[in-house]
T-cell receptor, first 111, second 112 residues
Framework: GENVEQHPSTLSVQEGDSAVIKCTYSDSASNYFPWYKQELGKGPQLIIDIRSNVGEKKDQRIAVTLNKTAKHFSLHITETQPEDSAVYFCAASPSGYQLIWGAGTKLIIKP | NAGVTQTPKFQVLKTGQSMTLQCAQDMNHEYMSWYRQDPGMGLRLIHYSVGAGITDQGEVPNGYNVSRSTTEDFPLRLLSAAPSQTSVYFC???????????FGEGSWLTVV
């Protein structure tokens, strides 16, 4: 079955710098890759997603890239701000509603 | 907009006790699910439902039961609580078209 690995587990960056979180997946049939942000004490919330027919998608300071050949996708956050501090989860969907989750990355923005 | 509402927010149980975590959504989503979240292990699927009257097991179903009598409600029952079930539990519902998952605020459960 599908397996998703996420790195790093913790990422600390200076405010204003960029942050990159990477995920790899194993099932080439996966065709949907969302990213969720979880703030302290709350449930995860979708921030951006990408489908397998697209290589890159941007939404203001957030972008996701997908390399289907290498089976990896990444979340890029530019000009980081204190409110970006959170835990970020990637996931891959091999079929229908099924989602396989990465273990999460704790992003710390240093002032 | 309420979205996904789950109760209680916090609960302490003694080993062997049973309890039900309540979950309700007002978005008319067919697909609902329960996850548990443990440090360093991300989100693990416990049970899910593709519609009223239909439930199925996820990755870690042992020790939990679910039912889906209506589209809105999807309660999770702990049959005989064990310390290994100490975790944060999230109920979620999924939109039919875009696969977007809407999570509840979470229920923090401690079993002593």
């Amino acid at each position: 079955g599908e397996n998703v690995e996420q790195h790093p587990s913790t990422l600390s960056v200076q405010e204003g710098d960029s942050a990159v979180i990477k995920c790899t997946y194993s099932d080439s049939a996966s065709n949907y890759f969302p990213w969720y942000k979880q703030e302290l004490g709350k449930g995860p919330q979708l921030i951006i997603d990408i489908r397998s027919n697209v290589g890159e998608k941007k939404d203001q300071r957030i972008a996701v890239t997908l390399n289907k050949t290498a089976k990896h996708f990444s979340l890029h956050i530019t000009e980081t701000q204190p409110e970006d501090s959170a835990v970020y989860f990637c996931a891959a969907s091999p079929s229908g509603y099924q989602l396989i989750w990465g273990a999460g990355t704790k992003l710390i923005i240093k002032p | 907009n309420a979205g996904v509402t789950q109760t209680p927010k916090f609960q302490v149980l003694k080993t062997g006790q049973s309890m039900t975590l309540q979950c309700a959504q007002d978005m008319n989503h067919e697909y609902m699910s329960w996850y548990r979240q443990d440090p360093g292990m991300g989100l693990r699927l416990i049970h899910y439902s593709v519609g009223a009257g239909i439930t199925d097991q996820g990755e870690v179903p042992n020790g939990y039961n679910v039912s889906r009598s209506t589209t809105e409600d999807f309660p999770l029952r702990l049959l005989s609580a064990a310390p290994s079930q100490t975790s944060v539990y999230f109920c979620a519902s999924t939109s039919g078209g875009g696969n977007t998952i809407y999570f509840g605020e979470g229920s923090w459960l401690t079993v002593v």
